[in-house]
């Protein structure tokens, strides 16, 4: 399967790869984010980790959690910490559409990737549900089986 080109003036910076097989992803938004100096050009040295990252809404602002942006090499004593929380740019009609969905039981909002942007960083993020194992089993073999049919219609093509 051919890996998707992102439209052009976008440089995809990271990706939270684990999250299409952890979750179903029901909605998504663009946001910015409000950054240091230094988190900038540790991200255009691609010093990121999603992992474990996640949104969260307090007092009518979404907070982006637990992602790592690394040190940039070149910051002295004033280089940011790579664990704060960072501010995500929404409008406000976005986030008040945000508050009933996020209030149901099980969803929460998850970062699927940061790119550049018209030199701007922005996040996507996605209103997510946790998959149970069986979904997830359900999904792998549903792709084998997809990859299995593909690579016999290509012989016969």
Avoid: C
């Avoid at 942006?69 to 910490?81: A, C």
């Amino acid at each position: 399967m051919a890996a998707k080109t992102p439209p052009a003036g976008i440089k995809i910076i990271g990706q939270n790869r684990k999250a299409r097989h952890e979750y179903e992803i029901l909605q998504t938004w663009e946001a910015g984010i409000v950054l240091l100096g230094t988190e900038v050009k540790a991200l255009r040295d691609g010093r990121i980790n999603l992992g474990d990252s996640y949104a969260e809404l307090k007092k009518g602002e979404v907070w982006l959690v637990k992602m790592h942006i690394g040190p940039y090499d070149m910051g002295n004593r004033e280089n940011h910490d790579p664990f704060r929380r960072r501010k995500l740019l929404l409008n406000r009609r976005e986030i008040r559409k945000m508050v009933p969905k996020l209030e149901d039981v099980g969803k929460t909002l998850i970062p699927l990737k940061v790119y550049f942007k018209q030199g701007r960083v922005k996040v996507e993020i996605a209103l997510a549900r946790g998959k149970k194992l069986y979904d997830k089993r359900h999904d792998t073999a549903k792709r084998d089986a997809d990859r299995q049919m593909a690579k016999i219609l290509g012989r016969r093509g």
